[in-house]
């Protein structure tokens, strides 16, 4: 059974940077054609898509948030990671990971993890 498990903190304060991990069990995340993604939920608001990093460790993020957004992984511990920099109250959410398998479309996700609560705060 595959597992991803979001971790990090639960409050920043504004201008410092969200760190957040995923870890994964149950796969690998170099498995060819699998794409390892990360997504917000505001509060009130919808699903937002925040970037993903491929199998081969290519990464994309959502040119909404232009240069704050880095995604990158350590294979050696199966899981990949998100920083956002310079965090404001808009960017408090529910943060996930989930997977998207080879041939599924864009924001199509089999995999999810459950969610981790960010508030940015001073």
């Known amino acids: 059974q595959v597992q991803l498990q979001e971790s990090g903190p639960g409050l920043v304060r504004p201008s410092q940077t969200l760190s957040l991990t995923c870890t994964v069990s149950?796969?690998?995340?170099?498995?060819?054609?699998?794409?390892w993604n990360w997504i917000r939920q505001p509060p009130g608001k919808g699903l937002e898509w925040l970037g993903a990093?491929?199998?081969?460790?290519?990464?994309s993020v959502s040119p909404s948030l232009q240069s704050r957004a880095s995604i990158s992984r350590d294979t050696s511990k199966n899981q990949f990671s998100l920083q956002l920099t310079s965090v404001t109250p808009e960017d408090t959410a529910v943060y996930y990971c989930?997977?998207?398998?080879?041939?599924?479309?864009?924001?199509?996700?089999?995999?999810w993890g459950q969610g981790t609560q960010v508030t940015v705060s001073s």
């Open positions: 989930a997977r998207v398998p080879p041939g599924w479309g864009y924001n199509s996700y089999d995999y």
């Open positions: 149950g796969a690998s995340i170099t498995t060819d054609y699998y794409y």
């Open positions: 990093i491929a199998y081969s460790g290519s990464a």
